[in-house]
């Protein structure tokens, strides 16, 4: 699952080196150094910096069930025989 950077302050699509936007910056004074910014404003920001760790690591994963595809049984066991197992 592949997630795109946003803007922590007002979910604008942005570039992923960046945290917010260009009109956020501008409207909040979020120029210079992180440790400048207000508190409320670093809050979003390790928010969004947790968002966008969780969908670097997201997998996928598809299970199957051999059931629902004899194909796949046929290819890991061989073809089914009419050996009784029952002796």
């Not at 950077?5 to 004074?29: D, K, N």
């Not at 969908?55 to 199957?64: C, D, F, K, L, M």
């Not at 049984?73 to 009784?84: K, T």
């Amino acid at each position: 699952m592949e997630r795109a950077a946003r803007c922590c302050i007002c979910g604008s699509r942005i570039t992923a080196r960046f945290w917010a936007c260009a009109a956020c910056e501008a409207a909040y004074h979020l120029t210079g150094l992180f440790a400048a910014w207000p508190d409320w404003a670093k809050a979003l920001k390790a928010n969004e910096q947790r968002e966008r760790r969780r969908a670097a690591n997201w997998r996928e994963y598809t299970i199957v069930s051999l059931d629902a595809c004899p194909e796949a049984e046929r290819l890991a066991y061989g073809d089914a025989n009419d050996d009784s197992l029952a002796g």
